[in-house]
């Protein structure tokens, strides 16, 4: 769910820019030739398209991006990395895997999330790249690709249904955590009852401007209190909270506390119940010059209910964020 505020002229000046970091493995990912044909929506629930992978080498993976659009309604994606089950070539159970969110108007590009845990893809195994979506969404296939993967699809908890049409699949995976050119992350997260490992990430640039921006977090518990932490100080080292919060780390400088509530729907939810274990905090940057080379520090934080720490709160990692 989200909470909103509007950049301002207190951010501090001054911070070395960051070049993006490339995918450990793409496949039609060197152009933005995506079919115009979208998704349909189903009353039954969100649509879920697996496409049937094999890596040629060993990845850790940590976060994924396709090309797509939600030009029609708003929308949650997710991406997921399942097992395979190798006598029905179908896909078995979930491994991991994250949430974005994806408001009606958002044009088409290159969107994705970071995975609720590091996912180790070993060397010759096949599995299964589903992507989750609410429907009027932009299929990620380059139909005049020669590069393409066996697709498979189900609405809601429905059985899975081969299609007898391939998919030229537009992805890119990452083994490491999701950055920008001028947004790096720092610091680690702390995983909570839920075991899962909850992150900061922005599908969005912070250009002047932009009123899209937002910071997201994934992998965090559900229906829960949530707080986006800002700061100021661009060599902020991370601090750990100790017997606190053992295994957490307070990424970033505390100037200002922003307060929301992660979401409890499926892909399908509107934008006021949101996604389960996802948090999206909007940041819309103003179209003010003066803003260039601003930084912002950020982190998200989560109540737990379920923690029996003293601290029962889940921190994500910290972003550093240059305005540009």
Known sequence: MKSTILLTAGLFLGAALHAQTAPCFSLNASNNNAT??????????????????????????????????????????????????????????????????????????????NFDRPIVLNKGRTYWLVWVEGGWSGIPSDFSSIKTLPLMRRVGNGAWQASSQAWGFKFRLFCSLLDQKTVSPIGKSCSGSTKAKPTTFTTQPPSIGNTRFRIEG?????????????????????????????GCWLNTDLVLLLLGKSGTGNQQANLRVGAANHVFFPLPVPADRNLVGAYLGVQIAVHDVKSKNPLPIVFTNGLRITLF
């Open 36 to 113: 115009r044909v979208f998704s349909a929506k189903s009353s039954a629930g969100p649509n879920s398209w697996a496409l049937r992978w094999t890596p040629s080498q060993v990845l850790v993976a940590q976060a994924m991006t396709i090309y797509t659009h939600s030009r029609y309604r708003d929308n949650f994606h997710s991406l997921e990395i399942w097992s395979d089950d190798s006598a029905k070539k179908v896909p078995l159970a979930r491994i991991g895997g994250g949430t974005w969110v994806m408001p009606k108007g958002t044009p088409s590009g290159w969107y994705g999330t």
């Open 218 to 246: 994934t992998g965090v518990p559900s229906g829960a209190v949530s707080f986006l932490i800002l700061g100021g100080k661009k060599n902020f080292q991370p601090v750990s909270l100790g017997t606190a919060a053992p």
